[in-house]
Structures are given as structure tokens and as C-alpha cells.
T-cell receptor
Framework: GQNIDQPTEMTATEGAIVQINCTYQ??????LFWYQQHAGEAPTFLSY??LDGLEEKGRFSSFLSRSKGYSYLLLKELQMKDSASYLC??????????WGAGTKLIIKP | EADIYQTPRYLVIGTGKKITLECSQT?????MYWYQQDPGMELHLIHY???????EKGDLSSESTVSRIRTEHFPLTLESARPSHTSQYLC?????????????FGEGSRLTVL
């Protein structure tokens, strides 16, 4: 079967670093995505990993290990506007996206 | 900036009514999707389309229908709304291909069925 798991909620301090983990199980894999979703708004694309390793994009980085079925999103220099839900999803062998329930990130001053 | 639009943004209707949620995109994307999302929960795929005259069912398709007569337009219809349909409905599009799988989402239609 297919499943995907990420923590429900995390809290971090403004200016700090936070790592949001995501684990998945699937027989077919065509890449892993991270999306950001502010409360009441639509998700917006953050990153895509299809090969193992780290992809860096400004304050945000995403890591993938296909052999471990594991990814993380790393947010540096946290700002209050980073308070949002972060959705992990992978693309299966049929190129359909399987979504996690999201991790609600709370940033405290 | 994504050019995908949904109407209505908010809708409150009574049980048994027929409703259509509209979705249009101006990016020329072939792939379009409808998702349902409850607060704090994952997105569930309702229907998707890979192009004109192509529609496929997702996980939650049994109580709704879609059509894709034009590339830019992908409306979702609930024939008989029920309180269990109360949710947020998100339309999305993508240009296709595994290496460009980025989805562009509309702002959502929040439906309440009384």
C-alpha cells in the first residue's frame, strides 16, 4: 500500500531553524513535493526532489532519501510569516500525488 | 503569480440542491484537478483531467461529476448536496510531466450544506 506520515504540529522560535520530517511508503515513486499552506488559503509550491540529496532554495531546503522513504524540509532564519501548514506529497507510479495531512508550524517571537 | 480562479469563494446552500463549482485557468495547462480538504486534513482527489474530453475519477468521486469541454474550464457539479459535502474544494492545474509536477491552486470554494 501507500502511505505518508508527518508530524501534526511543531513549534519554533523566530530566527531559529526547524526541520519538518516526512516518511512515506510506496511501490512506485516519481518525486516528492513540499507545499506551504497558510490558514484559509490554497497550497503554494515550495520544492521538488526526485533524486537523493539536498535542494536549497533561499531560506528553505528539502532533502530526500529514496532508500529510506524519507524527506525533510529545513527552514532557516524563521520569520513570523512562516507560520503555516507544510504539506508533504509524493508522486506515485501513476503520476498521482499522495498527500500527507500537513504539519502545522507555529512560530513564537 | 498563478492564474487559476474559482467561484464562488463561499457558498451556503440547503440539502438536496444542485450546485456547480467553477474553475478556470489561463495558463494553458492540460492537467486539472479537484481536491476536497477538511481543516487539518490531507487533500483528497475528487476528479482529474489530462486534457479536453478527458476526465478521471479520484478517491471521492462517487457523488460528483466534472466536464472538460475547454482546456481552461473544469467545473465540478454536485447533483444533490448533503451536509457531508460541507468542506473546502480546491481546484488545481499543472503543465504536466514528472519533472514539472508543480500544482497551481485556486483560492478554493468553501461550501456549507445545511
Amino acid at each position: 500500500g501507500q502511505n505518508i506520515d508527518q508530524p501534526t504540529e511543531m513549534t519554533a522560535t523566530e530566527g531559529a531553524i526547524v526541520q519538518i520530517n516526512c516518511t512515506y511508503q510506496t511501490s512506485g515513486f516519481n518525486g516528492l513535493f513540499w507545499y506551504q499552506q497558510h490558514a484559509g488559503e490554497a497550497p503554494t509550491f515550495l520544492s521538488y526532489n526526485v533524486l537523493d540529496g539536498l535542494e536549497e532554495k533561499g531560506r528553505f531546503s528539502s532533502f530526500l532519501s529514496r532508500s529510506k522513504g524519507y524527506s525533510y524540509l529545513l527552514l532557516k532564519e524563521l520569520q513570523m510569516k512562516d507560520s503555516a501548514s507544510y504539506l508533504c506529497s509524493f508522486m506515485d507510479s501513476n503520476y498521482q500525488l499522495i498527500w500527507g495531512a500537513g504539519t502545522k508550524l507555529i512560530i513564537k517571537p | 503569480e498563478a492564474d487559476i480562479y474559482q467561484t464562488p469563494r463561499y457558498l451556503v446552500i440547503g440539502t438536496g440542491k444542485k450546485i456547480t463549482l467553477e474553475c478556470s485557468q489561463t495558463m494553458g495547462h492540460d492537467k486539472m484537478y479537484w481536491y476536497q480538504q477538511d481543516p487539518g486534513m490531507e487533500l483528497h482527489l475528487i476528479h482529474y483531467s489530462y486534457g479536453v474530453n478527458s476526465t478521471e475519477k479520484g478517491d471521492l468521486s462517487s457523488e460528483s461529476t466534472v466536464s472538460r469541454i475547454r482546456t481552461e474550464h473544469f467545473p465540478l457539479t454536485l447533483e444533490s448536496a448533503r451536509p457531508s459535502h460541507t468542506s473546502q474544494y480546491l481546484c488545481a492545474s499543472s503543465s504536466g510531466g514528472a519533472d514539472t509536477g508543480e500544482l497551481f491552486f485556486g483560492e478554493g470554494s468553501r461550501l456549507t450544506v445545511l
